[in-house]
């Protein structure tokens, strides 16, 4: 299926008779979404679910701990690296049924065509998928070079194979649908409407970095190396009008690097030889 848009056929094309006599019964344009209320309420509510989320499952964690006789304190799972994952989940559940209830029900939109999500096709979508295989060793290979000396914290997050496989299926299964939603659905279509595609491009890739910043504080080669990612994903998104290339390219590229990850360390055994320095 082509990404190209297709053109509209003249039988769609009002005719300027008709338009004398004034607007169509049931040709209104459909409405703007993504204004600059939307946006501020969507980032606000985005900001409350990382705090409400937490909250959300220590209240949950609380009222199980005594029915299913678990020892682990509150505080002491919510230190855990499955809390984190089980935090952000809950939260990406949140965002994506804000996304939903404010494109299908407030503006009555079609849900993946607002989004612009078009199918690439079979062979356009291997091709795709290939590519972000290509990147997930060219990042390796660029790591290798320019290695960093200080541990950061997302290593921490490998610090049991149950630890590493939670990381690794959110990596893969959960992240680069909802990563790709957020910066190259909402922001990149706002940003496009009322900046430019310049602007959404280089805006969104920047802000794609600055979401990894925390788990990479320290190791800024590899943040430099995710802005790099980033505005890969951006440019796919621009070029193709559609949320499916840089989906497609982030779910290959992410599961690549838990692939290469999950080999080396014997399936997970000795993860923590390999991240703990």
Request: hydrophobic share 55%.
């Given at each position: 299926?082509?990404?190209?848009?297709?053109?509209?056929?003249?039988?769609?094309?009002?005719?300027?008779?008709?338009?004398?006599?004034?607007?169509?019964?049931?040709?209104?344009?459909?409405p703007?979404?993504?204004?600059?209320?939307d946006?501020?309420?969507?980032?606000?509510?985005?900001?409350?679910?990382?705090?409400?989320?937490?909250?959300?499952?220590?209240?949950?964690?609380?009222?199980?701990?005594p029915?299913?006789?678990?020892?682990?304190?509150?505080?002491?799972?919510?230190?855990?690296?499955?809390?984190?994952?089980?935090?952000?989940?809950?939260?990406?559940?949140?965002?994506?049924?804000?996304?939903?209830?404010?494109?299908?029900?407030?503006?009555?939109?079609?849900?993946?065509?607002?989004?612009?999500?078009?199918?690439?096709?079979?062979?356009?979508?291997?091709?795709?998928?290939?590519?972000?295989?290509?990147?997930?060793?060219?990042?390796?290979?660029?790591s290798?070079?320019?290695?960093?000396?200080?541990?950061?914290?997302?290593?921490?997050?490998f610090?049991?194979?149950?630890?590493?496989?939670?990381v690794?299926?959110?990596?893969?299964?959960?992240a680069?649908?909802?990563?790709?939603?957020?910066?190259?659905?909402?922001?990149?279509t706002?940003?496009?409407?009322?900046?430019?595609?310049?602007?959404?491009?280089?805006?969104?890739?920047?802000?794609f970095?600055?979401?990894?910043?925390?788990?990479?504080w320290?190791?800024?080669?590899?943040?430099?190396?995710?802005?790099?990612?980033?505005?890969?994903?951006s440019?796919?998104r621009?070029?193709?009008?559609?949320?499916?290339?840089?989906?497609?390219?982030?779910?290959?590229?992410?599961?690549?690097?838990?692939?290469?990850?999950?080999?080396?360390?014997?399936?997970?055994?000795?993860?923590?030889?390999?991240?703990?320095?």
């Amino acid at each position: 299926m082509s990404t190209t848009p297709l053109e509209p056929s003249d039988s769609n094309i009002p005719s300027v008779d008709a338009a004398a006599e004034g607007p169509v019964f049931g040709t209104a344009p459909p409405p703007e979404l993504w204004r600059l209320r939307d946006l501020g309420f969507f980032v606000a509510y985005a900001t409350f679910t990382l705090v409400l989320a937490p909250l959300f499952l220590l209240m949950v964690y609380a009222i199980l701990q005594p029915l299913a006789h678990w020892r682990t304190t509150a505080t002491a799972a919510a230190a855990q690296p499955i809390f984190a994952v089980a935090a952000q989940s809950v939260s990406y559940a949140m965002i994506l049924a804000c996304v939903y209830v404010l494109v299908a029900v407030h503006y009555d939109l079609p849900f993946w065509t607002a989004l612009k999500w078009r199918r690439p096709g079979v062979k356009r979508g291997l091709t795709l998928f290939l590519g972000g295989i290509m990147m997930a060793f060219g990042v390796l290979a660029a790591s290798s070079l320019l290695p960093d000396k200080k541990p950061f914290p997302l290593e921490q997050m490998f610090n049991s194979p149950a630890a590493a496989y939670t990381v690794a299926a959110f990596a893969i299964f959960v992240a680069p649908f909802m990563e790709e939603l957020i910066f190259r659905g909402v922001l990149f279509t706002f940003f496009e409407r009322h900046a430019g595609l310049r602007f959404a491009v280089i805006s969104t890739a920047l802000l794609f970095a600055a979401l990894h910043v925390p788990e990479y504080w320290g190791a800024w080669n590899h943040v430099w190396l995710i802005l790099v990612v980033g505005l890969i994903f951006s440019l796919a998104r621009g070029q193709t009008d559609s949320l499916a290339p840089s989906v497609i390219l982030h779910v290959a590229y992410n599961t690549s690097l838990m692939a290469m990850l999950f080999f080396a360390t014997h399936h997970f055994h000795t993860i923590q030889a390999v991240t703990v320095r």
